[in-house]
């Protein structure tokens, strides 16, 4: 079946940098975008930005340009998020999510099970 | 950007019961609404696209309505795995995409 799986945890110091995978498999990577979308503790959902995986065109929303960079193995059919330059606030889950295609609408059809990031000296 | 508020931010109902959840978009998005559940400790899973649509496995006590601006999720006859936190998103415009701040419903 479809699945995103993604790298459990990760504990960094601040400063540091951090490389979060996003395993597919189930489906042509290569055929549907990949989000990233971060969730702060106890908050809701933040789109990060989303990369294709044919091209490893990234699209970044704003306040995630500069230290979040997208990047793809097809070989291996993962996308990844690397963050560098760790501040405390980058704590969070972060999602990967297939951009699917239902009926014409872009949708968010299926989900890794959320990388946990925390950022502490 | 496409501000998306949801109403109310929490909600408590008991099992049986119909309730609703308001989305509004801070400018006109047709039809291109989802939503989203999301229960503690796991990822979202997607529940209704194009304000209407019924993702597939989806119960049909899920509804959607509403096109524009204005965006209602109805679940009827509450069920105990019902109780999550549920998000709207708009891709009208997909950079960036959008979400509501998400509506915790929860058990009375």
């Known amino acids: 079946q479809v699945q995103l799986v993604q790298s459990a945890y990760e504990l960094k110091k601040p400063g540091a940098s951090v490389k979060i995978s996003c395993k597919t498999s189930?489906?042509?990577?290569?055929?549907?975008?990949i989000n990233w979308v971060r969730q702060a503790p106890g908050q809701g959902l933040e789109w990060v930005g989303w990369?294709?995986?044919?091209?490893?065109?990234?699209t970044y929303a704003q306040g995630f340009t500069g230290r979040f960079v997208f990047s793809v193995d097809t070989s291996a059919s993962t996308a990844y998020l690397q963050i560098s330059g760790l501040k405390a606030e980058d704590t969070a889950l972060y999602y990967c999510?297939?951009?699917?295609?239902?009926?014409?609408?872009?949708?968010?059809?299926?989900w890794g099970q959320g990388t946990m990031l925390t950022v502490s000296s | 950007d496409i501000q998306m508020t949801q109403s109310p931010s929490s909600l408590s109902a008991s099992i049986r019961d119909s309730v609703s959840i308001t989305c509004r978009a801070s400018?006109?998005?047709?039809?291109?609404l989802n939503w989203y559940q999301q229960k503690p400790g796991k990822a979202p899973k997607l529940l209704i696209y194009g304000a209407s649509s019924l993702q597939s496995g989806v119960p049909s006590r899920f509804s959607g309505s509403g096109s524009g601006t204005d965006f209602t999720l109805t679940i009827s006859s509450l069920q105990p795995e019902d109780f999550a936190t549920y998000y709207c998103q708009q891709s009208y415009s997909k950079i960036p995409y959008t979400f509501g701040q998400g509506t915790k419903l929860e058990i009375k």
């Open positions: 999510a297939r951009d699917g295609a239902a009926a014409g609408h872009d949708v968010f059809d299926i």
């Open positions: 189930g489906y042509t990577f290569t055929s549907y975008p």
């Open positions: 400018q006109n998005i047709d039809n291109y």
């Open positions: 990369v294709i995986p044919n091209t490893g065109n990234p």
